[in-house]
């Protein structure tokens, strides 16, 4: 009996050293866990305040981050309408560029009919000048003729002077009657050459007009 109770203070006092022992390593780990407890608190508080300011931060960013996405985005519209006014520019130079082409081969087909006209009108004019050339040639030989032509025209003009001089004095003997009365006189005195071969005389005979006809003897038809 006495060794079951030495046993069982035995058990007891283990017991109670594994107990006390136990209690002892629970209040260590208990203020072990409060200690972690409380160091996790205090970063968790850091942590947080960290956060906080992070996100004060990331909102400062944001505001910022967005003003300059506004600002970039208006300056983007700016670029975009400039970009649209240069495609404008560029399609109306392009299209100056097609008209300029065009215009520059019909300019050079005009230059081409331009140059085949002068060509054609340096011919005609070298022509002309041939032309003239030789008309001034004859127009020197005409003026030549006119001036040879003037002068025989003065000598002819003397001459038709003198005959004129003649045919009026001519034409006052014959408008004489007397005169030719007695020429006609002279005439019949005088025997015509000629005359025996013709074969028959011939007589001159006054007309009422104041002409002179010739009329063979016996015969009233006049004689040419």
């Not at 209690?23 to 956060?51: C, F, G, I, R, Y």
């Not at 005359?195 to 002409?211: F, I, T």
Request: glycine share 4%; proline share 2%.
């Amino acid at each position: 009996m006495k060794g079951a109770v030495i046993v069982l203070i035995i058990v007891s006092l283990g017991l109670a050293v594994g107990w006390i022992s136990r209690h002892n390593k629970a209040n260590a780990a208990a203020e072990a866990a409060l200690k972690s407890w409380e160091t996790s608190s205090n970063e968790l508080v850091k942590l947080k305040t960290e956060v906080m300011l992070e996100q004060v931060k990331a909102g400062q960013m944001r505001t910022n981050l967005q003003a300059q996405l506004d600002k970039r985005t208006a300056d983007l519209n700016v670029y975009s309408n400039r970009l649209f006014q240069v495609n404008l520019v560029l399609t109306g130079a392009e299209n100056d560029k097609h008209s300029a082409h065009a215009d520059a081969a019909a300019k050079a087909s005009r230059i081409s009919d331009l140059e085949t006209m002068h060509a054609d009108t340096t011919r005609r004019m070298n022509e002309l000048v041939g032309s003239v050339t030789a008309l001034q040639a004859k127009l020197s030989e005409t003026e030549k003729l006119a001036t040879l032509c003037e002068s025989e025209r003065t000598v002819l003009v003397s001459e038709l002077g003198v005959r004129r001089a003649v045919v009026e004095d001519l034409l006052a003997k014959f408008n004489d009657e007397d005169v030719l009365r007695a020429q006609l006189d002279r005439v019949k005195d005088r025997p015509r050459p000629g005359s025996a071969k013709a074969g028959r005389a011939k007589q001159l005979e006054l007309q009422p007009d104041g002409s002179v006809r010739v009329v063979a003897a016996g015969d009233n038809a006049p004689v040419k």
